[in-house]
Structures are given as C-alpha cells and as structure tokens.
C-alpha cells in the first residue's frame, strides 16, 4: 500500500549549514530550510514495480498467443493436414501454450510476484517458440520436396542450415517444459513457493535430468550430423545419446515424484475449504506428471495419453479457477 507524507518546514541544522538530511525508510532526503517535501514511503516503489510486472506479463502472454495463432494458422493455409500438425507436436503445445500464458497473465495480473505466474508463463513461451519454429521448419521442408508426410526423415547435413538449426532446437526444447517446467508447477502450487527449503533439491534434480535429456536430443538431432534422422522417432544407439536420456528420464522420474509427493504434504495441510479448490488441480496435476514421465517409452501410448492429460490438467484448473477462486481470481 501507498503511504504519503510531509515533511514539515525546519531550521538548518546548525550554523552555515543550509538544511537537514532526513532518513525515511534507509532513503536520504535533504531539504533546504522552509522548503515542503512530499515523500512516498516504500509501499508506492513496489506498487510501481508490481505494476511493471504486471504489464510485463501481459506483453509476454500476448505476444506467445500471437507466435501460436501465425504459426498454426499459416500452416492451416498451407493446407496442411490436422495429422502432419499432431505430428509436428502442434496440436499438443499450440493450444497449451495458449492456455498457459492466460493462466500465467490472469495470476500475474493478480499477483505480480507469484511464482506459478512466471512458470506457467516460461513454459508458455517456450511451447509457443517450439510451435514457431516447427511450423517454419514445416514450411522450409515443404518447400524442398521433403516435408509433405508426417513422418521427416532427412539428413541435417544436406539441408539448409536455417533447417536443420530449426529441428534441432525443437527436438530438446520441449524438455524444457515437460521437464523442469512441470515439476516446478506441482511443486509451486498453489501459492507460488516451495513447501518448504527441504524441498529445494527437487529443483535441482529436475534441472540436471533438464540438462541430461536436453543434451542427449542435441547430440541425436546435431545440425551438422552426416545421420539420418526420422523427427517422429526417439533416438536409439546414436553416440552418447542413449545414456543422457536414459540418466536424465531416471533423474526426472524421481524429481516427478517428489513433485506429486508435494502435492500430499499441501494437501493434508490444507482445511476443507482450501481443498476443494485444490481437488481438481491435485488429481488431474498428478496424473499429468505420471504420463509425462512413466508413459514416455512407449511412445504410441504415450503421445495421445499426453495430449489428454494436458486436455484434462488445463480444463480442471480453469474449473478451480472460475468455480473455486483458486488463486482468488
């Protein structure tokens, strides 16, 4: 809250001085004799800053939503088929990517420094960059003879760099969602903070599987690879590759679990009021963070399992949003 005030004329502080220095709040004022200052306590900086936070969400919210809609929306133009986008992991991080920055915005328009905003809208962001970059890549493919199926298989090598750089990142930025970004969301909810300074090695678990999993789909999609390589498929016995991802999967499914584990520590603190907004959010948050991890193996399992899971996390914390005033939205 903003509190003002005024400092009342004064006499100079002694002989051929020509004021006095106040000290408000750790602030130096000087002020000559007679003079009236208004000053604005500590309250009306973080008002400011909080309002400098809260536009900044909105700017970050608006201009992912805008990556989606021209992204999704060229390649609709283009006529390219809803299977070549499901493909492409268009139709999973398009719309979720759109939802996660709303989320993100309404909560940081609420509460500029909560932690759940800047998560939901980092993830958003690199979901709507995700999306941006395979749909030109789509483009650029299409435009060589070598994208009109939903399955890609060039060499990186052969291709024009803007391409194969194109793939690459979208190959290992996904993990950052699924990854570090889904266990902080369980671990920060409902308030934004960790349960508790013990729970801080959970974070850096999920970082570090973050950087294992990551590297081990740089090394599988390298721009420069003489390798053939098959987007809709994993890597398999390619260099190194299989024991980053192997390591990282291990490392993140341990931090998942500690993530839902979390969930039950707010859960048995919470009063009866407090969990029925958090019911939806619990359930459909734990199975998501089951699926994501448990499930990836079997990829033909896990790429629809997901897209419903995603469907059934957003659609829930909307209801304990707008049926429950989670967050108190």
Do not use: K
């Not at 793939?167 to 409902?190: E, M, N």
């Amino acid at each position: 809250m903003e509190h003002a005030g005024v400092i009342p004329p004064c006499e100079p502080a002694g002989p051929g001085a020509a004021g006095r220095t106040a000290v408000v709040r750790g602030r130096h004022f000087h002020f000559a004799r007679g003079s009236v200052i208004i000053f604005v306590m500590e309250g009306g900086d973080r008002s400011l800053h909080d309002g400098s936070r809260s536009r900044t969400a909105g700017l970050v919210a608006l201009a992912g939503i805008a990556m989606v809609t021209l992204a999704i929306g060229s390649m609709l133009l283009r006529g390219r088929p809803i299977e070549v986008l499901y493909a492409r992991w268009m139709i999973h991080n398009g719309p979720s990517a759109v939802v996660m920055l709303l989320i993100g915005w309404a909560i940081g328009r609420r509460w500029p420094a909560h932690g759940l905003a800047r998560v939901f809208l980092g993830v958003g962001a690199v979901e709507a960059l995700h999306v941006s970059l395979m749909a030109y890549a789509d483009a650029r493919l299409v435009g060589l003879g070598l994208g009109t199926q939903p399955a890609v298989a060039f060499v990186p090598r052969d291709v024009p760099l803007d391409v194969s750089i194109s793939f690459w990142l979208t190959s290992w930025l996904w993990i950052v969602a699924v990854g570090l970004g889904l266990v902080l969301l369980l671990l920060l909810f409902p308030d934004g903070r960790l349960p508790s300074r013990r729970w801080r090695p959970v974070v850096a678990l999920a970082a570090v599987a973050t950087g294992l999993l990551g590297s081990g789909y740089t090394v599988w999609s390298w721009p420069w690879t003489r390798r053939l390589v098959v987007v809709t498929e994993q890597p398999s016995d390619i260099g190194i590759a299989p024991v980053l991802l192997t390591t990282g999967w291990l490392l993140l499914l341990g931090a998942m679990g500690a993530s839902i584990a979390s969930l039950g520590v707010r859960w048995r603190a919470a009063d009866a009021e407090q969990r029925t907004q958090l019911r939806p959010v619990i359930l459909s948050g734990s199975v998501l963070g089951v699926v994501a991890v448990a499930l990836f193996p079997v990829q033909r399992v896990w790429v629809p399992a997901a897209l419903v899971a995603l469907v059934v996390f957003f659609t829930s914390y909307v209801v304990a949003v707008l049926r429950f005033r989670l967050h108190d939205l």
